[in-house]
């Protein structure tokens, strides 16, 4: 079957797939994704969690020490497996950056903001750990899609979580999101309000987070999502406008919630140019 024809059949399952966090349509790439130029480090541990471990993919031939990017998936945090993204490290691997895709716990077994926690843990790893790969720890970013965003942006909008590791916000070069929640209220919402208990949903969306200058970021959405509205990233870049942070956001004609990140993948680049872009804002800091 054509890489098109598994692409048509995935987005024929509608919400499904939504919910699925992009878990299926990455998994069934898996057989079209070159295995060659990049190592996978697998299953290295963040904390003793079993869902707190990380995949990194590792380039070929790495001659200097390259920078490091952190993957979040989404899947409501309820869903989601990292063995199932390899069509995202190797778009970012064969491209000279060591990728790390993370586990995080998920709900029920946690709740908010216990997923936020993992992700400070799995960047402090990072940072501790990715120079013997061949990283650089000096150049960090951290991206996520959907719920994976929000963790991702959440990390950067409040310095509290990387305090907590040892850390700050001068650890993050940059954030890239890709359709995510930042100024939803989940707690206020029936299907999430017992992952956001509601002592907390009241500070819960990353754009309430923003009270001073935070790293760079790249706020990616498309304008056939149904999932996550626009004015996620409109309300969230304005936060940090208004805090003097640099801010860019990418609006992609046609793309949806699951197709935004499938174009990432190798043979659907010509979906959006977000996998040029975010290789430009990588590359450029």
Known sequence: MRRRDVLSALLATGSALVLAGCDAAFSALASFIPRTGYRV??????????RQKLDLYVPDGLRDPA????????GAWRT?????????GQAFASQGIVTAVADYRLYPQVTYPAFVEDAAAALAFLRAHV???????GRLFVSGHSAGAYNAVMLAAEPSFLKRHGGDLSWIRGVIGIAGPYDA???????YAAIFPPAASRDAAPVAR?????PPML???GTADRTVGRENVERMAAALRKAGSPVETKIYPGASHVGILLSLAEGFRDGTTLHR???RFIRSR
């Open 41 to 50: 480090v697998p299953d290295l541990a963040y904390g003793r969690d079993p």
């Open 131 to 137: 120079a013997r790969q061949g990283g650089d720890p």
């Open 80 to 88: 989601g497996d990292r063995a199932n993204y390899l069509a995202f």
């Open 277 to 279: 872009d975010m290789l």
């Open 219 to 221: 706020l990616a959405w």
């Open 185 to 191: 209220r989940p707690g206020q919402q029936d299907r």
């Open 67 to 74: 920078p490091v990017l952190l993957f979040f998936y989404g």
């Open 210 to 214: 923003v009270t001073g200058r935070r």
